[in-house]
């Protein structure tokens, strides 16, 4: 695995997790052929929930891992954030909206990294 990414997905889903994120997880979608090395995706209950886990992971990951997101997709009132940095994605999601796109069965095929 890549060090560099697997870590980097690892210090958003625990940033992620001192906002009380839900159900974090991490797909290795490198064998895939996916947009980036790694995707985590967590769950938030509502807009500001969703909005504060985001600003808590770009915050963290710029002071802990000293990288700033390439772009950032969406909004909370859209109720699906995604976080780009380059080899990891980090989708924050809705739980409704969440369960509707069921991102971890379309990317099936992925491993799931151990959190």
Known sequence: MSAEG???????????GNKKAHDPII????KVGGPADFFL????????????????IECGVEEEGGRRTYRTSGNSA???????????L???MHTA???FYR???LWGDAERVRI
Do not use: F, T
């Open 41 to 56: 995706i967590v769950s938030g209950d509502n807009e500001p929930h969703i909005k504060a886990i985001a600003a808590e």
């Open 78 to 88: 859209s109720q699906w954030i995604i976080l780009d940095y380059g080899d990891v």
């Open 27 to 30: 797909l290795d979608l490198r």
């Open 103 to 105: 991102l971890e069965n």
């Open 90 to 92: 980090v989708h924050i």
């Open 97 to 99: 909206r969440r369960s």
């Open 6 to 16: 697997i870590q980097l997905a690892k210090l958003c889903s625990q940033m992620a």
